[in-house]
């Protein structure tokens, strides 16, 4: 198994961020775009980004929703996150045992993942329409436009 971007280390991010966000649910879209933001932060005039700005990084949001599935199962299974229908489809949401599972992860790069998941999940992510982000970002090169301001956060 490849140890970067596997099920297992966006399953962590995924945790992270569903555990930020807790008690309120996401969708698989906003987990795909707030993992994005989190690990390429720097992009988004947010803390300096996780992982560096290299040239395919436009196509990895597409790839990503493929493999944050499979990790969300993993967690699903574990018993750290669940999944729930709402009004507006399915979502995931943090079990209890989520955050506390989060919270004694200790490694310096979880620290700083969990940074930027707070400034994702509190800044950056109640201001971005989440469709008409993912859009911008599975364009083949990098946006020349900000992107547009989120009309109808969960929440």
């Known amino acids: 198994m490849k ?9 962590v991010r ?5 555990s930020e966000s807790h008690p309120d ?5 906003q987990l795909a775009l707030l993992d994005h933001a989190a690990v390429h932060s720097g992009e988004f005039d947010g803390p300096p980004s996780l992982h560096p700005d290299l ?3 436009w196509g990895e949001l597409g790839l990503r929703r493929a493999v944050l599935e499979q990790a969300l199962l993993v967690l699903i299974r574990a018993g750290l996150a669940e999944l729930e229908a709402d009004g507006t489809g399915l979502v995931y949401r943090a079990t209890e045992r989520g955050p506390a599972f989060v919270d ?12 930027r998941a707070e400034w994702a999940v509190h800044e950056w992510a109640p201001n971005t329409d989440v469709r008409a982000a993912t859009r911008v970002l599975l364009s083949t ?10 009309e109808g956060h969960r929440g």
């Open 104 to 115: 004694v992860l200790g490694a310096p790069y979880v620290l700083r993942l969990r940074e």
């Open 3 to 11: 140890p970067l971007n596997s099920p297992l280390e966006i399953g």
């Open 25 to 29: 649910p996401l969708d698989l879209a």
């Open 14 to 18: 995924a945790l992270i961020l569903l």
């Open 55 to 57: 040239p395919a990084r």
């Open 141 to 150: 090169s990098p946006p020349t436009e900000s992107l547009p301001p989120f």
